[in-house]
């Protein structure tokens, strides 16, 4: 089955610049989602199809995907960004999502 | 403006079933195919099937084939979850989400969460 690895943890200073990676075999081919998910929240669609933002997200969020890495980034970091960052991509008629990213912002 | 409304937290012995619904709003429910993600305490998410509301068409993950059924009913726009045979790993926020696109679909909308709870 598909794999998406992503890095436990990402610390960022306040208004500084976070990278967050996801890796899969040849996840460039794919499409890759992305989602922000506070404490005792529902998730929230930040980036879909590698690189479009919902209407309402922050153009500070901006996403890429090549090789085997996409990448979320978070541009001039806020306090309000802190939250479990998680990728998303359909790999054979199933759903997987990536293990997860926890942004603090310092 | 779209919702997903979930119905509210279940407590259930171990081998018991579990039904949780996802009644939606503000959009054509039979336009879109509704996902079911779970997400156990401190976990990531974890991917659980769908269901076409339109055909009522179903696929699910491997993991849950043969434990869980995913229905709906048009005329009250509400989607249905059930997993049998629950075990205590089965505790989980349990999320319906709405999808768009069939082929690498996005979760654009999600419900609330509803928490099972599994304890003997």
């Known amino acids: 089955s598909y794999e998406l690895t992503q890095p436990l943890s990402v610390s960022v200073a306040l208004g500084q610049t976070a990278r967050i990676t996801c890796g899969g075999n040849?996840?460039?081919?794919?499409?890759v989602h992305w989602y922000q998910q506070k404490p005792g929240q529902a998730p929230v669609l930040v980036i879909y199809?590698?690189?479009n933002r919902p209407s309402g997200i922050p153009e500070r969020f901006s996403g890429s995907n090549s090789g085997n890495t996409a990448t979320l980034t978070i541009s001039r970091a806020q306090a309000g960004d802190e939250a479990d960052y998680y990728c998303?991509?359909?790999?054979?008629?199933?759903?997987?999502f990536g293990t997860g990213t926890k942004v603090t912002v310092l | 403006q779209v919702q997903l409304v979930q119905s509210g937290a279940e407590v259930k012995k171990p081998g018991a079933s579990v039904k949780v619904s996802c009644k939606a709003s503000?959009?054509?429910?039979?336009?879109?195919?509704m996902h079911w993600v779970r997400q156990a305490p401190g976990q990531g998410l974890e991917w659980m099937g769908w269901?076409?509301?339109?055909?009522?068409?179903?696929n699910y993950a491997q993991k849950f084939q043969g434990r869980v059924i995913m229905t709906r009913d048009m005329s009250i726009s509400t989607a249905y979850m059930e997993l049998s045979r629950l075990r205590s790993d089965d505790t989980a926020v349990y999320y319906c989400?709405?999808?768009?696109?069939?082929?690498?679909?996005?979760?654009?909308?999600w419900g609330q969460g509803t928490l099972v709870t599994v304890s003997s």
């Open positions: 989400a709405r999808a768009v696109g069939t082929r690498s679909p996005y979760f654009d909308y």
């Open positions: 503000g959009y054509i429910f039979t336009g879109y195919y």
């Open positions: 269901i076409n509301p339109n055909s009522g068409g179903t």
């Open positions: 040849n996840i460039g081919s794919k499409n």
């Open positions: 199809r590698d690189s």
């Open positions: 998303q991509v359909w790999d054979s008629s199933t759903e997987v």
